[in-house]
Structures are given as C-alpha cells and as structure tokens.
C-alpha cells in the first residue's frame, strides 16, 4: 500500500502561481509513475500531469502546457506540481495519484492504483 497526501492548494488570483506537494509513504521502494489530476465541480476527474519513475519522461494535458511543472524527488518521496499563470478555470480539487507501475504516465484515472484526499486549487478572476 502507498499512502498520499498533497498539500499546498489555496486561493490565487488569476496570472498568479502555486506549488503542490505530494508526500508519499508505504511500499515507497517499489517504483511507481506519479500523476496529477484534478475535477472541478460537476465535471470528470481529469489529467493534468504525469511523471515517471525516474523523472525521465513526463506529459501534459493540452490546457496546462507551457504553464505547469511535474517533477519528483525520491529521495524525499515526492511529487511536485509547479503551476504558474493560473486561471480561472484551473479551479478544481487537485489529487495526486500513484501508479502500480513504472511505465509511461498514463493518462487514465483507471490506471492508478493509490490517490491522495486532494487539495483545493481556487483561481479568481
């Protein structure tokens, strides 16, 4: 089992920045992908962004290339979700998420095994 717990969200005005945080702990040797995604009110949970193991490869969803940054560190166990130029409809809940496998970030909710409780993410106008 791999616990996740993101922290960092709050309230930005549009053009502003955030950086979210995704600590994990459990079975954190085995070697997992790690994702962002997040689900605005009344709408799909959706990817925003993928990393694997390594940090090698990663990938974007259209809406946040060119403004958001994955990275990882895991030596510290963590998952890093640089946003900047935020927007309004950016707003959502942000959950990290963890994959059972080391593998190209997957951009399916189904293929990720562990999810954090999410952090609120709210961009004002």
């Known amino acids: 089992q791999v616990q996740l717990v993101e922290s960092g969200g709050g309230l930005v005005q549009a053009g502003g920045s955030l950086r979210l945080s995704c600590a994990a702990s459990g079975r954190t040797s085995r070697s997992y992908a790690m994702g962002w995604f997040r689900q605005a009110p009344g709408k799909e949970r959706e990817f925003v962004a993928g990393i694997s193991w390594r940090g090698g490869t990663t990938s974007y969803a259209d809406s946040v290339k060119g403004r958001f940054t994955i990275s990882r560190d895991n030596a510290k166990n963590t998952v890093y979700l640089q946003m900047n130029s935020l927007k309004p409809e950016d707003t959502a809940v942000y959950y990290c998420?963890?994959?059972?496998?080391?593998?190209?970030?997957?951009?399916?909710?189904?293929?990720?095994?562990?999810w954090g409780q999410g952090t609120q993410v709210t961009v004002s106008s």
């Open positions: 998420a963890a994959d059972g496998l080391d593998r190209w970030p997957s951009t399916a909710v189904a293929d990720y095994d562990y």
